[in-house]
């Protein structure tokens, strides 16, 4: 089975471009998360999705970060304007209401870096 | 708020040993508990987990256990391989109805051959 696909695996943009990352959860799950990880702030949770709505997007640093998901089987992650302080991995991860909606499955992230 | 402090941050085993992290959290509320592996370059693996009803969980070389009234959990790896060095990450789901994880800062584990 095809795991969490995210894209682009890198990105590299200037300071003041928007960025948009990409995530394909696994076929049948029903939850979305994205994540934030920094050395400085590890692993942060920054929005989830169940059943395509936005369930809590307490961990949005700010307005300068959207996300939406269209349908079950893509969601974006967006910086408009991008900053330095933005430069991290950013993963998806998905979930199955059949597996119990804790396990989390994760992708191989992107690694984002703004000059 | 929420918070998982986990120990030690890095740990150094010779190959064979047994290996030994440890997590405490805070939310009472917290029911599910699982722990991830990271290798260098990619994504968190979920290897295994406990929920709050049960004290401990086997999968082979790696164990998992819990005590609810101290609200620890503990993640043993024996006879470990070179293969088994990356980084450790344990989580403890938040309360409130919602399937969010607070994560801890991980570990950082080598096996030396």
């Known amino acids: 089975d095809a795991g969490v696909i995210q894209s682009p695996r890198h990105e590299v943009t200037e300071m003041g471009q928007e960025v948009t990352l990409r995530c394909k959860p696994i076929s049948g799950h029903n939850s979305l998360f994205w994540y934030r990880q920094t050395m400085m702030r590890g692993l942060e949770l920054l929005i989830y999705?169940?059943?395509?709505?936005?369930?809590?997007d307490s961990g949005m640093p700010e307005d300068r970060f959207s996300a939406k998901m269209p349908n079950a089987s893509f969601s974006t992650l967006k910086i408009q304007p991008s900053e330095p302080r933005d430069s991290a991995v950013y993963f998806c991860a998905s979930s199955s209401p059949d597996r119990g909606p804790y396990e989390q499955y994760f992708g191989p992230g992107t690694r984002l870096t703004v000059t | 708020g929420e918070n998982v402090e986990q120990h030690p941050s890095t740990l150094s085993v010779q190959e064979g040993d047994s290996a030994v992290i440890k997590c405490t959290y805070s939310?009472?509320?917290?029911?599910?508990f699982p722990w991830y592996k990271q290798e260098l370059g990619k994504g968190p693996q979920l290897i295994i987990d406990i929920r709050s009803n049960v004290g401990e969980k086997k999968d082979q070389r790696i164990a998992v256990t819990l005590n609810k009234t101290a609200k620890h959990f503990s993640l043993h790896i024996t006879e470990t391989q070179p293969e088994d060095s990356a980084v450790y990450f344990c989580a403890a789901s938040t309360g409130g109805g919602t399937y969010k994880y607070i994560f801890g800062t991980g570990t950082r584990l080598k096996v030396l051959a």
């Open positions: 939310d009472s509320a917290s029911n599910y």
């Open positions: 999705f169940n059943n395509n709505v936005p369930i809590d």
